[in-house]
């Protein structure tokens, strides 16, 4: 059972307009979600993240939005640039207390690529 | 955020024989995680190091197949056993401070022929 959902494997967006990547989750227990980058031959990079208590946090060119009805986050890149062409993973963690709480569970990755 | 330094980046081992991975950070974290991403998967969180005592392992996985060590608060090692073809994988460390995101090393992709 999956318990957290990128449905989209792949996204192509013209450099210079949004990308918008997708993730839904299943667990209620989840409280905190971030956003990797990754790079081929690379560790995932962490991007920008949130808490449940909020339903939006801006970093510079990227946003993510948290929609805790419906179970569902996304990543606003805006301008989007050739740079980041990556596989972006979507993570979430919560419950539990000491290590547990940050044990995180992750998407299948929606690998980005931006045209210029 | 933390340096994270992974050993091996890439190996290929025979059938099995085991791998030990090495992960040193340049400075003391609180918390270390091994994860392994299978082909085509998402990460996977193998295990919890703990300092001094014993690794906190999840579901699916024991600590036969995946010894760890985590002697100080800056180097772990995640030891993989009994080497199969499907322990092919590329497997990560990841580090985080209370409060803090988890970071990652730059894994070490493993090959078994």
């Known amino acids: 059972d999956q318990q957290v959902k990128q449905n989209s494997p792949s996204l192509s967006v013209q450099e210079g307009r949004i990308s918008i990547l997708n993730c839904d989750y299943t667990?209620?227990?989840?409280?905190?979600f971030l956003w990797y980058k990754k790079y081929p031959a690379e560790g995932p990079t962490f991007l920008i993240s949130?808490?449940?208590?909020?339903d939006k946090n801006e970093d510079g060119r990227f946003t993510v939005f948290l929609n805790k009805s419906a179970k569902h986050l996304s990543l606003h890149i805006v301008p989007s640039q050739p740079g980041d062409s990556a596989v972006y993973f979507c993570?979430?963690?919560?419950?539990?207390?000491?290590?547990?709480?940050?044990?995180?569970?992750f998407g299948k990755g929606t690998k980005l690529s931006v045209i210029p | 955020s933390a340096v994270i330094s992974q050993k091996p980046s890439r190996d290929i081992c025979q059938r099995g024989t085991s791998l030990t991975i090495q992960c040193q950070v340049d400075?003391?974290?609180?918390?270390m995680f091994w994860y392994r991403q299978q082909p085509g998967q998402s990460l996977t969180l193998i295990a919890t190091?703990?300092?001094?005592?014993?690794?906190?392992?999840e579901s699916g996985f024991v600590i036969d197949k995946f010894p760890i060590s985590r002697p100080n608060l800056t180097f772990s090692t995640l030891t993989v056993s009994n080497l199969s073809p499907e322990d092919s994988s590329i497997y990560l460390c990841?580090?985080?401070?209370?409060?803090?995101?988890?970071?990652f090393g730059d894994g070490t992709r493993l090959s078994i022929l």
């Open positions: 990841s580090v985080a401070g209370l409060g803090q995101p988890q970071h």
């Open positions: 993570a979430a963690s919560g419950g539990g207390s000491g290590a547990g709480s940050y044990q995180l569970t």
């Open positions: 400075s003391q974290v609180t918390m």
């Open positions: 667990n209620s227990m989840f409280d905190y």
């Open positions: 190091a703990n300092q001094g005592s014993e690794a906190t392992y």
């Open positions: 949130i808490s449940s208590i909020k």
